[in-house]
């Protein structure tokens, strides 16, 4: 049987080990961007060339991107979370991903993306008929939510950077909030496509920070 004390000291370690080495992991996501920004434009230019034809592969890395994209997403969700919550023994969790949010928001959205275009759009390139002005027309529910989450998803991607944080103030916050409205066009998504698991735990962490607010003012 798993020794819960055990697994808090092991995450106070943890805690002090990423605080100690913040300046190297902010470089190393900073890093995995361009990564991911270059082998998008990489596997573009192979399928826009017609050196590779395989649709099977191509869904295959859009459906592990988006996976890829949801762990991203849950690691900027959880320090607001643990924060709301207040339970002493979950802090360093916060303490731990929040020096990060940044990034992770930002693979987040940039793996999200190459999802996108990885299920949705270049495997449209392989098909010599495809028209793309009837690309709409061919889209299901779950591309809609989809697409609807990223563009909702959009101004907190363009503002994720120190120059907006200061230009627009107070307001910079408030366009964040937007995460709690993608939210919810993220959890349709991944019940559309069968992934309630992932949508389950979504609905928790709204609820873990719905409770966490109501609580905090009852309080005040």
């Known amino acids: 049987m798993v020794d819960i004390n055990f697994l808090f000291s092991w995450l106070n370690v943890l805690q002090r080990e990423v605080l100690r080495r913040r300046m190297l992991l902010t470089r190393l996501l900073k890093i995995a961007v361009w990564l991911v920004v270059l082998g998008y434009l990489v596997v573009w230019g192979l399928y826009a060339s017609g050196q590779v034809k395989s649709v099977a592969l191509l869904s295959e890395w859009g459906r592990k991107l988006g996976t890829i994209s949801f762990v991203f997403y849950m690691l900027t969700l959880l320090p607001s979370m643990v924060r709301r919550l207040k339970f002493p023994r ?24 190459a999802h996108q275009g990885f299920t949705t759009i270049l495997p449209n390139l ?56 993608a939210i919810f066009a993220i959890m349709a998504h991944l019940a559309l496509v069968d992934h309630w698991l992932y949508a389950v735990v979504l609905i928790g962490i709204l609820l873990a ?4 607010l109501m609580r905090n003012r009852r309080k005040k």
């Open 90 to 113: 979950l802090l360093p969790v916060m303490s731990i991903l929040l020096p990060f949010r940044r990034q992770f928001g930002v693979l987040m959205f940039l793996t999200a993306f």
């Open 126 to 181: 392989v098909f010599i008929d495809f028209e793309y002005s009837k690309l709409a027309l061919q889209l299901s529910a779950h591309h809609i939510a989809g697409f609807v989450a990223w563009w909702l998803l959009f101004p907190l991607w363009l503002t994720s950077n120190d120059a907006s944080v200061k230009y627009l103030g107070k307001w910079w916050k408030r366009i964040h909030k937007l995460t709690y409205v």
């Open 209 to 212: 920070n719905g409770w966490g």
